[in-house]
């Protein structure tokens, strides 16, 4: 369930063993021992903490088959995962059987400082986990926002890779597979009813049109394929085997589809059905059972910080006033006479500032898309010491996921090479769609957003598998956002109108702080968040409704975004003030990037020791 984050992702986002910024500062010796000696303790304790975590984390992706796929792996390449509370139960008995392990086989003392990090960090997550362990039935599997009846086809089609008839097979028992996985969300989502725990009203619709559209077309009905068989289909027919042997493995998935898959899919609309008479409206947090511990928590785990609701939401009233006077600045610049609130309404209903909303209108798009993204790549050696090396595709959200899909979003690479990053956008209407904004989305989800930030860490020669694969949202959106700014640094935003676009989505991440805290906090109504968007923001009304709904569901993470921002900022901000002329933006984004994902107070940490090491070099 959303709101508990299984111990596998906080293992991952945990730890940070090795900096490079960070120095290894050698015990006394007595006078006759050799430098080298002194560093071989440490380093081998260190060598010997690494191996530890990268078998806890093994041990934890070991529970977790469509995480082993993503990795690049074809281990348990037949199921998908246990979404029984059981083993959620199994998670956490291994991370404190883990943590035990860490502390009578470890002193920290015998570490490096950047072993002590990993060490502390470790500790602490599974405290984080067992914390949150607490809140597991709070969070929605189902909601217009993404639900299993439109993930688990994108996971099959999107990871599961065909290379032989035992990937096609592995592929046919993945589809029986979804029967015992819808039959499981299912009964959590019953359970939580029972506890009062039901998702918002306007959830209800949009899920079940999903489910439908992945039961439309073959082998469900008439017309063309369905995306699941046609995805299968085209995966076996590149094998080089027999057609007799193709028409095998086709008549299986058929016979998977039409059985268990669809079986599965039944009995997820069915809960639907069972308990939307219990949603009693479209409330926040407050409304669930405590309510505001749970919302106060969600903050703690979103932002990796102490900052209260009130606190956040006053940041969020100060940024949007910031971001409104650079906004009224650039609307005198091209002669616009009227409020800004006309200026927005001129962009949104202006035909210049739309595509067409035609499969041209939507090629354009992404073409647009993609030339922003070519030229931060010919760019960023001037400004990034070390780029990631996997490639980075631009492509639209399959059709029938886009009632349920964002706006915009970034897929991680496989670890093999094998799938590269993706920045998905969301084309269902290109009347919703505002091209000034094109550009720092493609900033923010593509380059030098996301995918030097998630494919880099991937990439990071000599460094353990839980920082290459962890994450924390306040970190790895906070650098999406940074990254939108950045590229006006870099030259680009070459038209105050594409500038403006630049400043609505930073307004847009500000809006964020406001309307999360004064949905789960202040108690703001679905329409009177819509309204205060449509009121301080640029984004279309269909965007706004799916952005504030989005909010209600993921309590917390909306907060992250500008939180992240703003601590990146004020640390580059510290680092010029602190070394003038040795300043090096390079070196900056090497500390930032090139250390692996880490919460806040860590990432001050890593600044702080480089800033030390460049004044005293």
Request: hydrophobic share 40%; net charge negative.
């Amino acid at each position: 369930m959303k709101s508990y984050l299984p111990l596998l992702a906080l293992l991952l986002a945990s730890a940070s063993t090795a900096a490079a910024s960070y120095q290894t500062t050698a015990p006394a010796v007595a006078p006759n021992q050799a430098a080298s000696a002194t560093a071989a303790a440490p380093a081998a304790e260190d060598a010997r903490l690494n191996a530890f975590l990268d078998a806890a984390f093994d041990a934890q992706v070991a529970l977790n088959p469509q995480f082993l796929t993503s990795l690049g792996s074809k281990e348990q390449y037949d199921r998908l995962n246990d979404y029984t509370d059981a083993h959620q139960q199994r998670q956490l008995a291994l991370a404190e059987q883990q943590l035990a392990e860490l502390r009578s086989t470890f002193d920290p003392e015998r570490l490096s400082p950047a072993g002590r990090l990993s060490y502390r960090l470790f500790e602490e997550e599974v405290e984080r986990e067992r914390d949150a362990f607490r809140w597991r039935w709070h969070g929605f599997p189902a909601t217009n926002n993404g639900s299993p009846m439109g993930s688990i086809p994108v996971f099959l089609i999107n990871n599961h890779r065909i290379d032989n008839v035992q990937d096609a097979e592995a592929y046919v028992a993945r589809l029986r597979e979804v029967e015992r996985v819808m039959g499981e969300i299912s009964a959590n989502m019953r359970h939580q009813a029972e506890l009062g725990i039901v998702p918002p009203r306007f959830n209800f619709e949009p899920v079940r049109a999903d489910g439908r559209r992945i039961l439309t077309g073959a082998p469900f009905t008439d017309g063309e394929d369905g995306a699941v068989f046609a995805d299968f289909k085209r995966k076996v027919g590149a094998l080089e085997i027999g057609q007799a042997e193709k028409d095998r493995l086709v008549a299986a998935a058929r016979e998977a589809l039409t059985g268990p898959f669809r079986r599965g899919y039944e009995t997820m609309l069915a809960t639907l059905d069972a308990i939307e008479p219990q949603a009693t409206g479209n409330n926040g947090a407050w409304n669930l059972p405590e309510g505001a511990e749970f919302y106060a928590q969600r903050l703690r785990q979103s932002t990796t910080t102490d900052l209260g609701a009130e606190q956040i939401h006053q940041i969020g009233l100060q940024q949007v006033a910031r971001i409104h006077g650079e906004m009224e600045r650039i609307k005198a610049q091209v002669g616009f006479t009227g409020t800004l609130q006309q200026f927005f309404e001129h962009i949104k209903s202006s035909g210049e500032f739309k595509y067409p909303n035609t499969s041209e209108g939507r090629e354009q798009y992404l073409a647009d898309a993609r030339r922003f993204i070519a030229q931060v790549m010919e760019a960023a050696p001037q400004w990034f010491a070390r780029l990631p090396r996997a490639p980075l595709e631009v492509r639209a959200v399959e059709a029938f996921r886009q009632e349920t899909a964002a706006v915009a979003f970034y897929n991680r690479p496989s670890a093999d090479g094998s799938r590269p990053g993706i920045y998905y956008v969301n084309l269902a209407d290109m009347n919703q769609v505002l091209r000034p904004q094109t550009e720092a989305i493609s900033y923010h989800e593509g380059a030098p957003g996301h995918h030097f930030q998630i494919a880099l860490a991937q990439e990071l020669p000599g460094v353990p598998k839980f920082r290459r694969f962890g994450g924390y949202g306040v970190y790895s959106e906070g650098w999406g956002l940074y990254a939108e700014g950045l590229g006006k640094e870099m030259g680009f935003y070459q038209d105050p109108i594409s500038e403006f676009g630049m400043y609505s989505t930073q307004l847009w991440r500000a809006i964020r702080l406001v309307l999360d805290t004064g949905i789960h906090h202040h108690r703001w109504t679905r329409e009177r968040a819509i309204q205060y968007f449509m009121e301080n923001g640029l984004l279309s009304e269909r965007d706004a409704a799916k952005e504030v709904e989005r909010y209600f569901n993921n309590p917390g993470q909306a907060t992250s975004y500008m939180i992240g921002q703003l601590r990146i900022l004020e640390l580059r901000d510290r680092a010029r003030e602190q070394l003038g002329d040795r300043f090096d933006i390079r070196q900056f984004h090497s500390v930032v990037l090139e250390n692996g994902a880490v919460p806040l107070d860590v990432l001050e940490d890593l600044v702080d020791a480089w800033i030390a090491e460049r004044r005293n070099g």
